[in-house]
């Protein structure tokens, strides 16, 4: 302490004698050797993910092996005017007490699966369906079904592949669509155990650990796609599933995957329902590699 304060006193005599006020004394900066090759790669992510913010954007930067932290990729982020997605609005939980059947927490894997369909449209117009599933405790997509139009049957086959693979579910939430309140998908169900969650008329949000995959899906996936055929659509949907369960950080899961080694152990064998080894990002979406943002096309089949 008394050696700083003697610094200090040499400072201000050092000030007095060339007569310059003290307050025009600074620091110079000093900027690391490598914060333009960051700022690269920050870039070339952002450019890469779009809907990431610098939260998820350090994630991918560690793994690549970036050795920095938040604050440092936080700084670097506001400084070149990159956009951080705007946050939702926290809801209150909507759990109750009692342990209602309609607003069932999930505890473990395989204790609630819920699903929900979708609607986008292909250049000529026509209508595209899809039938997301998802386990809610682990986050795991476990299935995305496309098609023109999907009937009961068809949501009975989606589930039946679904249970073949990962086991039949204690719960499945769902609203109360006609395609999920048929006679012959309730019948179905009784016999395989599961029992059924249907949310309250008009209540989305009571469905809503599939209602946030839809969003995501939405914004990351079908908002920059121009789909051609409803072949591509199923390629690209089915890719962009594999992503979202292997690479996507997934906040609630501590920036993690939902699930990264099932499919690797899958992956290490065949392919799947995957048609096509290539992962995200499509042939127009930038990628960062070696230094280099490279836009080479990706072939889809």
């Known amino acids: 302490m008394q050696h700083a304060r003697q610094e200090g006193a040499s400072e201000r005599h050092a000030c007095r004698l060339v007569h310059q006020p003290r307050g025009t004394q600074r620091y110079q900066p ?12 920050i870039i070339a992510l952002a450019t890469q993910y779009g809907r990431y913010g610098y939260r998820r954007i350090t994630i991918k930067l560690q793994e690549a092996g970036w050795n920095v932290g938040k604050d440092r990729v936080e700084r670097i982020w506001r400084r070149e005017g990159l956009k951080v997605p705007q946050k939702q609005k926290p809801r209150g939980r909507l759990w109750l007490n009692d ?16 699903y929900d369909f979708m609607s986008a449209f292909t250049h000529d117009g026509r209508t595209v369906r899809f039938l997301n599933l998802i386990d809610e405790y682990t986050r795991e ?52 155990g599961a029992k059924t969650l249907y949310i309250e008329p008009g209540s989305p949000w009571e469905n809503g650990y599939c209602e946030s995959f839809n969003s995501k899906m939405r914004d990351e996936f079908l908002n920059g796609e121009i789909f051609y ?31 990264p080694a099932a ?31 490279s836009t080479s096309p990706v072939a889809l089949h």
């Open 30 to 41: 000093i900027q690391r050797n490598d914060e333009d090759a960051l700022t690269r790669a």
């Open 99 to 114: 342990g209602s059947c309609v607003r069932l927490r999930p505890e473990r894997p395989n204790h609630v699966w819920s």
């Open 141 to 192: 997509c476990l299935a995305i079904h496309v098609g023109r139009r999907i009937n009961s049957s068809q949501v009975i086959d989606v589930l039946a592949d679904a249970m073949i693979e990962h086991g039949i579910p204690e719960h499945i939430r769902s609203d109360n669509g006609p395609e999920f309140v048929a006679r012959e998908l309730r019948k179905w169900l009784a016999q395989t």
């Open 229 to 259: 055929s409803l072949k591509e659509v199923r390629v690209l949907a089915e890719r962009w599933r594999v992503y979202f369960n292997t690479e996507r950080p997934h906040s609630s899961l501590g920036y993690r995957p939902p699930a």
């Open 263 to 293: 499919w690797q152990n899958e992956a290490s064998q065949r392919h799947g329902k995957v048609e096509s080894k290539e992962r995200f990002p499509l042939s127009h979406t930038a990628c960062y590699c070696d230094g280099q943002i």
